[in-house]
């Protein structure tokens, strides 16, 4: 059974960093994309970050890029969120999910596999 687990949220000042962590369990995760999403009340969820395990290629939606950095470890099995220069629009849940396959995923129906969220709260 797979499982996705989310950790390293929580409150940070303006201008401030996070670094996200997801650890994936049940499966090889080798052919799977991981993905970033984050859902602000009252909006929709959103595509932030993905990551091909097999080859390391990423996406980045254009508010994040060149500030928040998406990594994978195979020796861990994770998948990690390095959120830089933070903002106050950034205060969001922040979900991993995983998907088999290959390519860019920036939609959430195109997941399988979801964790449960960390909270992720910028002051300004």
């Known amino acids: 059974q797979v499982q996705l687990v989310e950790s390293g949220g929580g409150l940070v000042q303006a201008g401030g960093s996070l670094r996200l962590s997801c650890a994936a369990s049940g499966r090889s995760f080798s052919s799977y994309v991981m993905g970033w999403f984050r859902q602000a009340p009252g909006k929709e969820r959103e595509f932030v970050a993905a990551?091909?395990?097999?080859?390391?290629?990423?996406d980045y939606v254009d508010s994040v890029r060149g500030r928040f950095t998406i990594s994978r470890d195979n020796a861990k099995n994770t998948v990690s969120l390095q959120m830089n220069s933070l903002k106050p629009e950034d205060t969001a849940v922040y979900y991993c999910?995983?998907?088999?396959?290959?390519?860019?995923?920036?939609?959430?129906?195109?997941?399988?596999?979801w964790g449960q969220g960390t909270q992720v709260t910028v002051s300004a």
């Open positions: 999910a995983a998907d088999r396959g290959y390519g860019n995923r920036r939609y959430a129906r195109e997941y399988d596999y």
């Open positions: 990551i091909n395990w097999s080859d390391g290629r990423t």
